[in-house]
């Protein structure tokens, strides 16, 4: 059974950061495109930001470039998610996805994590 679990969330002011991880087992997604993706009270779930399988391109939103960083480690099976200078517009459940070959579109991932809170305030 495939999971994918994320961790790093909590409550942060303004400016702070957090890391958050995504540990998956059940199968290796070393070969596969991982994920975040975020979704605020009353809004769509949105991209954050992707990587390939082999670390080689990097795709974030607008909104968090510059700022967020993922990366991972396919021997322990992990996606990263370092997230600088937060916002409080950046308050949202963070989501974790693996397996798609359309980087930025939730319909194409095939495996979904149940989420970590980030909550930001001002």
């Not at 992707?50 to 939103?61: K, R």
């Not at 470039?65 to 409080?88: C, E, H, W």
Request: aromatic share 12%; hydrophobic share 40%.
């Amino acid at each position: 059974q495939v999971q994918l679990v994320e961790s790093g969330g909590g409550l942060v002011q303004a400016g702070g950061s957090l890391r958050l991880s995504c540990a998956a087992s059940g199968r290796s997604f070393s070969s596969a495109a991982m994920g975040w993706f975020r979704q605020a009270p009353g809004k769509e779930r949105e991209f954050v930001a992707a990587i390939t399988w082999s670390g080689s391109s990097l795709y974030y939103a607008d909104s968090v470039k510059g700022r967020f960083t993922i990366s991972r480690d396919n021997a322990k099976n992990t996606v990263y998610l370092q997230m600088n200078t937060l916002k409080p517009e950046d308050t949202a459940v963070y989501y974790c996805a693996a397996d798609s070959v359309i980087y930025t579109m939730v319909a194409a991932y095939a495996y979904w994590g149940q989420g970590t809170q980030v909550t930001v305030s001002s």
